[in-house]
């Protein structure tokens, strides 16, 4: 037993010394009550805490889990359920950590107890969550940066086939795998000839230029669209042809843009589309040129109309091979409509970048008459393409360095190397799925997807792909299943050339596809959106009176879309009242008058109101042949206006009718505005403010003998009361009492902007007077005009402060006049008015400034002496006794008083002096009256 004992100490001391002076943060916790027991000398370190302090300590008083959830992990950890965890700790000092918990059962005699390990991940954490954000925004970037693209071999074989086919044509890339012909059956009737010739130049005789065409294909549902095609040679190193790569763009819409812009040219003269004609010659001289041409190169319309004018000249340096060869290519081959990009020189010697829509015009011999076209600038939109592709590099280096999982598989002995992060995004531990291996792969890997992922790695086994790419479902710890990227290449072979080595990522995507099916969501509401246009555009060939209407004018006038209209049917809809001036401007327009009018047009029950505006062009003979323009619906702009100038009018009668004086004044102190009072006060429109309100009364002293004696108006000149700066500053109003020749006046400074402000002056001096007269009331006796009892008792409790604060001193006197109820009963209430008002005059002119009396009560008074002890006081009381004593009243003779006085005492308040007072002078009262107690 002794030996048992002995061994078990051993055991314990042996573990203690491991525990307290291990590098590793550790604590022992209860699990039952979430109590620490011990904790290491790192867990000192780390959390800041003493031993003793850890022991006062629960481990809820660490964790900023909730109690609940932290019970749960413990309970978990007891039945060796879960042995990691990534949470949140508080530290003494207040700070936040994110760490790793590793917590392990251990079991001392009958009692279990937790040991866990933390480890500090805040930092690797953070930058685990910055390089997953920039992976994601990586991600959206490559995943929407592409079309249709495949590739061919040697042999024209299709060996790869991207997603974006069947978006395109409807045909899937399994289809276009089975059956390549598929790719020329889709080609249009109208451009086989010309697809043909296209393969054979660019896979037969292997072509080494990167070779473009724009065709028709029919897609799968029947529908004609055009594909901007590219295809580019792919060799080895050594120069062996390896095949193709094909890029194909989906440009119906620019194509449909194309026709409209053509249909539609004179629309574009006065926007950013410059629509221009060149000449089939050397150099390519210019016939026509829209008038915008220079808002866009800075050219006149003249300069490129000039006969020694070459639009090849101004083409950049750079691009003009690839131009000519472009366009020869183009006439060459018959191909009558195509785009261009390159770059143009504008007049001031910058080059801009040009998207150019062209058109080659032939007679019936198929020789080529001139080259049509319509270019807009696009410099901006290369900039932001290379602003993106400089971003897309660093986001690549961002990939390249971040925290993703990788693994490694040796396809012939079956083995994956995988790293920590591999194992982590499927809820694991790299310890708990170790060894992994092909079997492992296959287990978590969702059967659907496993076999979607071995056909891919097959495919670029035997070279059909660059690299192995899958989108796969992989099972979480937790049951559910996790989206992740899986990406490889072969990057090693056996001595036979078969693959060994295949090397890999793979990329958590969850929140990738949750952010694709955000992006749906935002582009069906993009495709609504559109729909929604304020502005339609009609045209009337005025020979034939036909006319034609978009799609928003249809829906403006409230008809049905494509229903034949003419120039009759649109006067039907205009409202009666103004058909008369629309007629009349349209006759004026005829007449080569500006057609730009405000009218009304009836649809259905509602009246809306529309602006109209039109270019009218005339032939050789100066008759009207045709006339393009468009229509706004103006109708709540209409409505505003009406409602903004109704208000306007409303508020310039209140302008003149305010009762004080108003100022819109600028920053300079010059008056844009005023009302009629401002107006007659004297001032006056477009003056400065100092000078036309006030005539200069209010300047410094300085600034103005400088105006008067100098005639100079010194910068930033204003009155000495002026606030207007800092109202203007402030962002808010400021306001003040002034007072000038016995007037008082409030005044305000509003800041309307940054550089106005409204100065709003009201003569207040009405109120000012009865303000003070009100005042005086609340604080004065009406019969004697001392103070009253309540601001006695104010200034009382005021002076007791003073005296507590600074050791000062002061008296009281209270006097009662002598059986004043007899002078009230034998005289009358108007003689004992009489007799009050006379005492009170009588001491009033005896006592000093600084003294304070007040009408106590009846015929009771008090008298406040500061700074004065009790002696003199009382020698005070006694004077005042016999000046009362001493007066003459009519019809009464002599009246008597009765004093009472003492001296701040410590501790006293208002009412413990007062009642001291009080008793005292009714001691006064009960010996015999006409004489001074103090004490």
Partial sequence: MDNLIESLSHRYLKFEDIFLHHSAVMLIINPETGKIIDANNAAVQFYNYTIEEFLELTIFDISLLSKEEIFKRMEKAKNKEDNRLVCKHKLKNGEIRIVEVYPSLITVGDNNFLLTIINDITESFQKDEIIKKEREKFKIIADYSYGWEYWLDENFNIVYMSKGCEEITGYSSEEFIKNKNLLFEIVHTDFKSMYKKHVEKTHLKKSKDNEFIE????????????????????????????????????????????????????????????????????????????????????????????????????????????????????????????????????????????????????????????????????????????????????????????????????????????????????????????????????????????????????????????????????????????????????????????????????????????????????????????????????YLNIKDNKLWWSKQTYKMFGIEENKPVSFELFLNRVHPDDKEYVLNSWQKSLNGEKYDIDHRIIVGNDIKYVNNKAEVYFDEDGNPIEAVGTVLDITEKKYLY???????????????????????????????????????????????????????????????????????????????????????????SINVELEDNGKCYKTWWIPVSENEYMHYCVDITHLKEIENTLREMSVTDPLTKVFNRRYFAEKLEREIELARRTNRTFSLIMFDIDHFKKVNDTYGHDIGDKVLKSVVNAVKNRIRKVDILARWGGEEFLILLPETKLLNSSYLAEELRNIISELDIDKVGNVTASFGVTEYKKGDTVDTITKRVDDLMYKAKNSGRNCVCYG
């Fill in 642 to 732: 009406q409602k903004i100038e109704e208000e306007s009018n409303i508020i310039k009668k209140l302008f003149n009718l305010l009762p004080g004086y108003l100022w819109f004044i600028k920053k300079d102190r010059t008056i844009l505005r005023q009302n009629k009072l401002a107006e007659d006060f004297g001032s006056r429109v477009g003056e400065k403010c100092w000078k036309s309100i006030f005539g200069c009364k209010f300047l410094p002293e300085k600034e103005r003998k400088m105006f008067f004696e100098e005639g100079t108006e010194p910068e930033n000149i204003k009155c000495e009361f002026c606030l207007a700066d800092e109202a203007l500053e402030k962002k808010e």
């Fill in 215 to 538: 065709f028709k294909i029919i897609t799968k549902d029947k529908k004609t669209k055009w594909i901007y095609h590219v295809c580019r040679p792919v060799y080895s190193e050594d120069g062996k042809f390896l095949g193709r790569r094909v890029s194909n763009r989906d440009i119906t819409n620019r194509k449909l843009l194309l026709e409209t812009v053509e249909k539609e040219r004179d629309l574009f003269n006065e926007g950013p589309v410059v629509n221009i004609i060149w000449k089939y010659e050397e150099g390519w001289p210019v016939s026509y040129v829209s008038n915008n041409i220079k808002d866009i190169l800075g050219y006149d319309k003249s300069e490129l109309l000039a006969d020694d004018f070459k639009y090849a000249n101004i083409i950049h340096p750079e691009d003009l091979k690839r131009i000519k060869n472009e366009v020869t290519y183009y006439i060459s081959n018959n191909i009558n409509t195509y785009q261009q990009e390159y770059r143009l020189k504008h007049k001031d010697g910058h080059y801009l970048w040009i998207y150019d829509f062209t058109k080659i015009v032939r007679d019936e011999a198929g020789s080529v008459e001139e080259i049509r076209g319509y270019f807009f600038d696009q410099t901006h939109i290369r900039e932001l393409q290379d602003t993106l592709n400089k971003e897309k590099e660093k986001l690549s280096h961002i990939i390249e360095a971040a925290n993703i999982g990788t693994w490694q598989w040796n396809l012939k002995t079956g083995e994956i190397e995988v790293n920590e992060r591999w194992a982590e995004i499927i809820g694991y531990s790299l310890k708990e799925i170790s060894p992994v291996t092909i079997k492992t792969r296959e287990k978590f890997c969702h059967s659907e997807d496993l076999k979607k992922s071995n056909k891919l790695i097959n495919d670029h086994f035997v070279g059909k792909s660059e690299f192995y790419e899958c989108e796969m479902r992989m099972k979480h710890k937790d049951g559910h299943f996790v989206w992740v990227l899986d990406k490889g290449k072969v990057i090693s072979y056996d001595e036979n050339g078969k693959p060994h080595i295949l090397y890999g990522i793979c990329i958590e995507i969850d929140k990738i596809k949750k952010l694709e099916s955000k992006l749906k969501t935002y582009l069906d509401y993009l495709n609504r959106a559109q729909k929604v246009a304020k502005v339609g555009s009609w």
